[in-house]
C-alpha cells in the first residue's frame, strides 16, 4: 500500500476535531483514490456519490452497509479538515 500524503497523526494533530473513525476512513479512501492513477476521479466521485445516497438512506432510518458508512466518515472528515468559510 501506498503511503497516504499527509500522515494521520499530523492531521489529528492539525485537525483536533477528527476521530478515529474519521481517520480511518480518511485514510482507507485515499489509499483506493491514490491506488490507480487513471480512476482517480472516478474512484473519488463514487465516494462522494455513496455519501450523498447514504445520507439520503440515513435521513429515512435505514441502515447503511459497510462502504456507505465509510463513504459517509470520510466526507465528514474532509470537511472538518476544511478551514472556516467566508465570514
Do not use: H, N, W
Not at 10 to 24: K, S, Y
Request: glycine letters at 4%; aromatic letters at 4%.
Amino acid at each position: 500500500m501506498a503511503p497516504l500524503p499527509v500522515d494521520p497523526e499530523r492531521l489529528r494533530r492539525q485537525f483536533p476535531a477528527l476521530d478515529d473513525a474519521d481517520l480511518a476512513a480518511y485514510a482507507e479512501v485515499t489509499q483506493r483514490i491514490l491506488a490507480d492513477s487513471r480512476a482517480r476521479g472516478r474512484v473519488l466521485a463514487d465516494v462522494l456519490s455513496a455519501a450523498a445516497r447514504a445520507a439520503e438512506k440515513e435521513a429515512a432510518g435505514t441502515a447503511l452497509e459497510a462502504e456507505e458508512r465509510t463513504a459517509v466518515a470520510y466526507v465528514r472528515a474532509l470537511r472538518k479538515m476544511q478551514g472556516p468559510g467566508p465570514a
